[in-house]
């Protein structure tokens, strides 16, 4: 088998959309799978789109996701430079080896021309108004002007660029490992620029040169590179690289949640989650976006989530560790249709990578939150707090905002529980249970709740009638983590304490 090399080759042209990272998900699992090596190239032919910053960020993110990196910018290897503006001569090189074999020409024409050109198929009722077989004809390119007058224009460094000679109804094939044979008749490929007149070349020949001389085995790329690739398969044919030709798999689409359409920002926002991995301002318009990490996603529950828009296991299972999704990784499984992205889905996910976390990690989450608000805490209490909450949170950041009644006591109740649960009877048990817990010594949970069982059975009320009360005398809410475990981590004497001011503050509010 031929030995894995993989790349993913984003351009530095702003944040990375979290389509990417998927993209880039799948590249790693297939590399690790095989043993092979993933390559990062920065694709930066488009000079005017270049946003400064955004290369770091493309290296952040993956660090963050924990996305490995085995060659390329950041890391080297033995096919450097794998930055394309820095690559221009090799490019250069092989455009005019296809000039030489009559596979691509010289085009002289100004923007006013091309502009002409696509009036003149509008108004002659053409769907097509591309530079193709059929109008470079008409152009001025080196296919129409004489030998003498393509010298002349050469040697005066007139503005030129560099095109394909696409040939002329042909068909083009390719396998694609999740859509099958692709055939495309030539008549659809128009003759796209491969250098550009700043001597920058387009991606369409970078990225087929770099993929070659890189020895890439698999290209794994969104759907909307489909429409190029057999462009892709023209200049593998054309430059006598066929054989080494890697094998192609276009991703599906990443669709909104009720699977009309693509996935935009716009949407994102909309909706209120995050599109990009990390935090993300704009150095032009300043805008900022918050990313997946400042959300509270943690990286492990984000790419369980993002292995699945597209592809599954063929199983049930949904929980997987990196190592076992490289285990069970296989292009071949990877569905055509669109994926929708379903944040709550996502959500899901890192819930269950949060509770399947030690107390110990969790209380670190706890503590960094209750550093910002300067809230002591010990370490032991943290933990305590944590695991009553575990099963109630989404976010590390969950366990402060969800839990502030452990360090603050509520001075506000849940109007909606008051009218229904506060009542002489009610009063009456929060009184003596104050005094009762105020003449004993529980230190346990288990005394806490030892003591309501007794108190109600002396007061003959269930306690299912007075258990939702002295929730929201305690901590403010109709819900929340076990209640005896409450009394237990907030301890007696605040127990006592907020039982009182609750007696004397609801009460009011009631009479």
């Known amino acids: 088998m031929r030995e894995v090399r993989v790349r993913f080759a984003p351009s530095p042209t702003g944040a990375l959309h979290i389509g990417g990272v998927r993209t880039a998900l799948y590249n790693f699992l297939l590399a690790r799978k095989h043993g092979g090596t993933m390559i990062l190239r920065i694709e930066d ?18 660090a963050w996701a924990g996305i490995e990196i085995d060659e390329g910018v950041s890391k080297g290897g033995p096919y450097a430079p794998y930055r394309q503006s820095e690559r221009k001569d090799i490019y250069k ?17 100004t923007a006013e021309e091309l502009e002409a050109m696509r009036d003149r198929l509008k108004i002659q009722g053409s769907s097509d ?3 193709s077989s059929i109008t470079r004809a008409l152009m001025k390119n080196s296919l129409t002007i004489s030998e003498g007058e393509l010298k002349q224009k050469l040697e005066s460094r007139e503005p030129y660029v560099i095109r394909l000679k696409v040939p002329v109804n042909e068909e083009i094939k390719l396998v694609d490992l999740i859509r099958g044979e692709v055939v495309v008749n030539s008549s659809q490929v128009d003759d796209k620029v491969l250098m550009k007149s700043d001597g920058m070349p387009t991606y369409h020949l970078a990225n087929v040169v770099d ?3 890189m020895k890439i085995s698999h290209v794994i790329r969104g ?9 892709h398969v023209l200049l593998y044919r054309f430059l006598g690289w066929e054989r080494e030709m890697p094998q192609f798999a276009h991703l599906p689409l990443l669709l909104k949640a009720d699977g009309n359409g693509k996935l935009s920002k716009r949407d994102a926002d909309k909706a209120g989650f995050p599109i990009f991995p990390i935090n993300w301002t704009d150095p032009k318009t300043k805008e900022f976006s918050i990313g997946f990490r400042e959300n509270g996603y943690l990286p492990e529950a984000l790419l369980n989530f993002l292995a699945f828009l597209g592809w599954n296991p063929g199983t049930e299972q949904e929980m997987f560790s990196i190592n076992e999704l490289t285990e069970a990784f296989t292009l071949e499984r990877i569905g055509k249709a669109g994926a929708k992205f379903d944040i709550q889905k996502a959500q899901w996910f890192n819930q269950q990578y949060l ?19 300067s809230i ?3 370490f032991e209490n943290a933990k ?36 229904k649960k506060w009542n002489d009877e009610v009063l009456k048990f929060l009184s003596t249970y104050r005094d009762e817990l105020n003449e004993s010594s529980p230190f346990a949970k288990f005394d806490f709740e030892l003591l309501i069982k007794q108190t109600s059975q002396k007061a003959n009320i269930p306690t299912g009638k007075i258990m939702p009360a002295l929730r929201v005398a305690l901590t403010g809410g109709a819900s929340g983590p076990d209640l005896m475990a409450t009394m237990e981590i907030i301890g007696k004497e605040e127990t006592i304490s907020r039982i009182s001011y609750a007696l004397e503050n609801i009460k009011l509010k009631v009479a």
């Open 45 to 62: 032919t488009d000079q005017n789109r270049y946003v400064p910053g955004a290369e770091e960020y493309i290296l952040e993110s993956l």
């Open 93 to 109: 090189q092989y455009s005019l080896k296809l000039i030489e074999t009559g596979h691509a020409y010289y085009a002289f024409d």
């Open 129 to 131: 108004q591309q530079y």
């Open 211 to 213: 993929d070659y001389l």
């Open 223 to 231: 759907e909307e590179w489909l429409p190029s690739a057999p462009l």
């Open 355 to 373: 509770r399947a976390k030690s107390d110990e990690e969790l209380a670190a989450y706890l503590l960094a939150s209750l550093e910002k608000e």
């Open 376 to 378: 002591p805490c010990t």
């Open 384 to 419: 305590k707090i944590c695991s009553a909450m575990r099963e109630r949170v989404t976010f590390p950041t969950d366990f402060w905002e969800h839990g502030k009644f452990f360090f603050q006591a509520p001075k506000q109740f849940d109007e909606h529980v008051i009218p």
